[in-house]
């Protein structure tokens, strides 16, 4: 695939979604993200939360005080976390000109 590139000063992006094969570095992408953020920002600038069937992974990041949360898909929590963020994304979309990608429709 063509290499992406996320202005990480930017608070447009918003959520972002990662989708690759199974071992390909994903967690370790998005751990290192969120670690890097919390060494960067303030828990009041930056907050994350993690949806995910490998909770076990996620447990170092826990502790931080931007972390809001490691949940497992299953949970109705999880559920909500999920909708809020495609809910937001959506207002995003309509109120700034939309951050849609070439080939993706709703």
């Excluded at 999880?78 to 993706?104: C, D, M, N």
Aim: net charge negative; hydrophobic share 40%.
């Amino acid at each position: 695939g063509l290499p992406v590139l996320l202005n990480l000063y930017d608070p447009l992006p918003g959520p972002l979604l990662l989708i690759s094969d199974q071992k390909a570095g994903k967690t370790e992408l998005l751990k290192s993200l969120a670690l890097s953020a919390s060494r960067m920002y303030e828990a009041d600038e930056v907050q994350f939360s993690v949806a995910t069937h490998e909770i076990e992974d996620w447990q170092e990041l826990e502790s931080l005080p931007h972390c809001a949360g490691i949940l497992p898909v299953e949970t109705p929590d999880a559920r909500e976390l999920v909708s809020s963020l495609y809910e937001w994304a959506s207002k995003q979309r309509f109120t700034t000109g939309g951050f849609i990608f070439p080939g993706w429709s709703r």
